[in-house]
């Protein structure tokens, strides 16, 4: 499985950006997908996940309202918009896949089987 991560740069506080993750390798449509990221000293932690289907969606607290995931299940890629950004949005962004018997969407790394490698995502103030 491969995840191709995409659509990362600088921009501006309340500005907009939307990150884009290529998969191939599996059954994309039959996996959830997640979005987490990670700045420098810190953990990587989740931003949002959505159903094979992308009929269920979840976010974290600091991005609900203002970023959206969505996924294209014939084009096999799964998206990120970001608007309103802040400063703190800065990191580096990982697109993830996974599957589990049962789970819908999962919001915890341990539940991901695959990653990207990651897109940068600079926010300036």
């Known amino acids: 499985v491969q995840l191709q991560a995409s659509g990362g740069g600088l921009a501006q506080a309340g500005g907009s950006l939307r990150l884009a993750c290529a998969a191939s390798?599996?059954?994309?449509?039959?996996?959830?997908m997640g979005w987490f990221r990670q700045s420098p000293g810190k953990e990587r932690e989740f931003v949002a996940t959505?159903?094979?289907?992308?009929?269920?969606?979840s976010y974290a607290d600091s991005v609900k309202g203002r970023f959206t995931i969505s996924r294209d299940n014939a084009k096999n890629t799964v998206y990120l918009q970001m608007s309103s950004l802040k400063p703190e949005d800065t990191a580096v962004y990982y697109c993830a896949t996974g599957w589990r018997s049962g789970v819908v969407v999962a919001g915890t790394a341990e539940y991901y089987d695959y990653w990207g490698q990651g897109t940068l995502v600079t926010v300036s103030s």
């Open positions: 959505i159903s094979w289907s992308g009929g269920r969606t």
């Open positions: 390798g599996h059954t994309f449509s039959t996996y959830f």
